[in-house]
C-alpha cells in the first residue's frame, strides 16, 4: 500500500470513530509498526492491520451482528451477546474487506483475531493483538501483590519487543486472571489460544507459526 493510501485510511478512521478511539488506533497502529520492524514483518502490514483493527467499532452492536450473519460469520456466545466486547473484531475483518479493500488474509486474520487470539498465530496476528495491549495510551493491565500496574506494563513492554510468544502469554495470563478476578465469562478461544501458548512456552518449544500463503 502505498503512503497516500495510508494517509487516506488515516482520515477515513480519524472521519468514521469517536476521537478517543483513533487516538488509541493510532497508537496501536505505530505500536505495530515498530514491533513489525524489530521481529522482521511486514511495517506497511502492521500498519493497515493497526489502522483497521477497530474499524468495525463505529457500528451498533445490531449492525455488527447482521454484518456476521449476513456474511455466514460464526461466533461463539459471548461473542453474539449484547454489548459484546469482541464482536467487533469479526465484523471488522469484514468491513475492512468489504469497504477498504483490503484482501491480505493475514491483515484480514490479524483484525479478526485481534480481540481472542487463537493458537497458531501468525507473526502479525501476534503483533496486533499485543500492539494493542501495550500501546502508550492503555493503563489497565493487572495489578499483583508484588508489583504496581505500571511496573506491568513496563515489563509486558519489554517482553513484547525480545519475544513475541512470552508477551502474548503473560497478556493472555493476566487477561484471564482479570476476567476472573471480575466474575467475567472467558471466551473459548482465549482459553484454547492461552493453553496453546502455556503448552509452548512451558516445554520451551518454539509454537509453529500459521501458514497464511494458502489461507
Known sequence: MKTSNLAKLRKEMEKELESKRYEHTLSVAYTAANLAAVHGV???KALVAGMLHDCAKCLSH????????????QLSDLEAA?????????AGCILAKEEYGITD?????AIC??????????????????????EPERKHIKRTAEETMQDRLTQVRR??????????CNILIDSL????????TVDSMTQKT?????????NGIMQPERNTEHE
Open 42 to 44: 511486514d511495517v506497511e
Open 62 to 73: 445490531k449492525k455488527q451482528l447482521a454484518l456476521c450473519t449476513k456474511n455466514h460469520i
Open 113 to 134: 483475531y485481534h480481540t481472542t487470539g487463537r493458537p497458531q498465530m501468525s507473526p502479525l496476528e501476534k503483533i496486533i493483538y499485543i500492539a494493542d495491549y501495550i
Open 177 to 184: 486472571a482479570y476476567l476472573q478476578e471480575k466474575g467475567g
Open 194 to 202: 492461552y493453553e496453546y501458548y502455556r503448552q509452548y512456552q512451558n
Open 82 to 90: 449484547e454489548d459484546s466486547p469482541l464482536i467487533h473484531a469479526k
Open 105 to 109: 488474509e493475514d491483515i484480514l486474520h
Open 159 to 168: 517482553m513484547a519487543y525480545r519475544d513475541l510468544d512470552e508477551a502474548l
